[in-house]
C-alpha cells in the first residue's frame, strides 16, 4: 500500500466524537492533530495495510497522531535500528504516543535492540525516555525466553523503581507500576520483592479532572486471585 493510500483508508475512518474527546485531552496530545480513531480500529486498520518498514518511516513524519501509530504498528521489528528509536523517542512530545511507542504490544518492544534500549533509557535525564524504558521492561517482562531477564536483574530493576518513584511525576510512576506489574508476574520471588514496592507506591491517579478511570493500583493486579493461583500463592 502507498502512503497516499493508507492516508486515505485512515481519513475514511475519521470518528468525530473521537477527534472532540481528542481536543479536549491537550495535556496529552503532544500538540498532534487527530482522526479521532480508536487503537482497536487503529489496530486492525494496520493489520488491513500489513507490515511494511519503508511506509513506516514515511508515515511517521506526519503531523497526525493516529498516522504516526499506525506507523508504529506496521513497522518491523527486526529492521527497526538504534538510529530509527532515539529519533523517535525526540520526536515523542507527550501522553498518549510515549504508551504506544512502548508498550501496548509495541513494535519496538519485539525488536532485537530493545532490552538494551531499556537499559539505557532508565538512566537517561529525559523523562520520556524513562517512561518508555519502564514501558519497555513491563512487554519484555512477558518473554521467558529473553535470557538477559535475569531473576538478578529483575531486582535491580525493581530496587531501582523503589529508589526514585517518589521524584517522578504520574505517567513516569504509571509506566514503573506497569513495569513491577510485568515483573512480579513471572515468579514468587519477584512477585514478592515488587508487590512490596507497588504498596509503597499506592494508587496511581492518572485522570484527578475527568475522573473516568480508577486509579491504576498495581498492588492490587499483583494480589489478584488468578495471579496467586497462577504462581501457587494461594
Not at 81 to 95: F, K, L, M, P, S
Request: proline letters at 3%; hydrophobic letters at 40%.
Amino acid at each position: 500500500m502507498t502512503k497516499t493510500e493508507a492516508l486515505a483508508l485512515l481519513k475514511e475512518n475519521t470518528n468525530k466524537r473521537g477527534i472532540a474527546n481528542w481536543n479536549k485531552d491537550d495535556a496529552n496530545t503532544g500538540g498532534l492533530k487527530s482522526f479521532g480513531i480508536g487503537l482497536t480500529q487503529l489496530r486492525k486498520l494496520a493489520k488491513q495495510i500489513g507490515q511494511d518498514h519503508e511506509l513506516a518511516l514515511r508515515l511517521w513524519k506526519s503531523d497526525n497522531h493516529d498516522v504516526k501509530v499506525i506507523s508504529l504498528l506496521i513497522d518491523e521489528p527486526k529492521k527497526l535500528t538504534r538510529e530509527q528509536a532515539e529519533e523517535q523517542v525526540e520526536d515523542i512530545a507527550a501522553g498518549h504516543l510515549a504508551h504506544i511507542f512502548s508498550t501496548c504490544g509495541a513494535t519496538l518492544a519485539k525488536a532485537p535492540i530493545a532490552f538494551e534500549l531499556a537499559c539505557e533509557w532508565m538512566e537517561s535525564k529525559d523523562p520520556i525516555r524513562r517512561r518508555c524504558a519502564y514501558s519497555l521492561i513491563y512487554e519484555l517482562s512477558k518473554n521467558p525466553r529473553i535470557k538477559e531477564l535475569t531473576d538478578e536483574f529483575l531486582l535491580s530493576v525493581i530496587e531501582q523503581i523503589r529508589s526514585r518513584f517518589d521524584s517522578e511525576d504520574t505517567w513516569e510512576r504509571m509506566a514503573m507500576g506497569g513495569a513491577l506489574l510485568g515483573m512480579g508476574k513471572r515468579n514468587k520471588l519477584l512477585n514478592k520483592e515488587a508487590l512490596k514496592v507497588a504498596k509503597k507506591m499506592g494508587p496511581i491517579d492518572f485522570n484527578e479532572e475527568t475522573g473516568n478511570c480508577d486509579p491504576f493500583d498495581p498492588a492490587k493486579h499483583l494480589t489478584s486471585d488468578h495471579l496467586m493461583k497462577k504462581l501457587g500463592l494461594s
